[in-house]
């Protein structure tokens, strides 16, 4: 039996590409060993494509069919993924400002992984600043290792463990959306499918697009895959797109 039993649907999207995506993505293959991003994790806002995204997201939950929306939205207390549920659920006619629309719901067990004391660094500045631990990490594994300060992907399982059971107990057979977090993405393939560490970490090799959709649906009494990261609804939200 995997880990959500009770819902009869379930939505999730990464947050729209942040600064912070933009951060990482300008320090790689250089020499770098900070991405310099001046917010706090929780504060690191969208921008104007992640924005874009985010409406393109809501446009294809307006194009669900009735019995497929969600009933129910849940987003990680993280700035980028509220503002990509408010942006997303008002190209809809269930967000929150239509007369009885959806509540985006906030919980703090769906923010991003904690790096702990290496937050901020790139793969190269944790080989220079912490050889130690990227010794570690090396020995146990990224499945397992946890940095000081920070969490493991076991740890992170555990928290969403309690996040779904907790839906399952509270709204049986609801359709819930999650907008969220990459890791949470991929550590929920992990619970539902009920993974092994080699299967999700293969998996986890390739990136979780910006407001991608992963989205499983009840048949024969058990919640299956019906999508995974799939991009295709974001081919106009890319201003460099024609």
């Not at 729209?16 to 001046?38: H, W």
């Not at 942006?87 to 629309?101: H, M, S, V």
């Not at 929920?188 to 560490?197: A, C, F, H, K, W």
Request: glycine residues 8%; contains cysteine; aromatic residues 6%.
């Amino acid at each position: 039996m995997n880990g959500v039993n009770a819902l009869d649907g379930l939505i999730l999207t990464r947050h729209g590409e942040s600064t912070g995506n933009l951060a990482y993505r300008a320090v790689q293959g250089t020499d770098a060993e900070e991405t310099e991003i001046p917010e706090r994790d929780a504060d690191i806002p969208l921008t104007d494509t992640g924005r874009l995204q985010a409406a393109a997201f809501g446009r294809w939950l307006a194009e669900l069919p009735d019995d497929e929306r969600p009933t129910r939205v849940v987003t990680s207390p993280y700035l980028r993924a509220r503002d990509t549920a408010r942006i997303a659920l008002a190209q809809t006619p269930f967000g929150p400002d239509e007369p009885g629309g959806l509540r985006i719901e906030m919980d703090e067990r769906l923010r991003d992984r904690e790096q702990g004391i290496l937050e901020g660094l790139t793969p190269l500045g944790v080989r220079r600043r912490h050889p130690q631990e990227a010794a570690r990490m090396r020995r146990l594994g990224k499945f397992y290792y946890r940095p000081p300060g920070g969490e493991s992907w076991t740890d992170l399982a555990l928290r969403l463990r309690s996040f779904y059971r907790d839906l399952d107990l509270s709204s049986p057979g609801a359709r819930v959306l999650v907008v969220a977090h990459d890791a949470i993405v991929v550590m929920t393939r992990y619970i539902v499918e009920d993974l092994s560490e080699q299967e999700i970490m293969e998996i986890e090799k390739d990136p979780i697009g910006n407001c991608s959709v992963t989205r499983w649906q009840r048949h024969g009494g058990t919640l299956r895959p019906a999508a995974f990261n799939d991009c295709t609804h974001l081919l106009d939200a890319d201003p460099a797109t024609p």
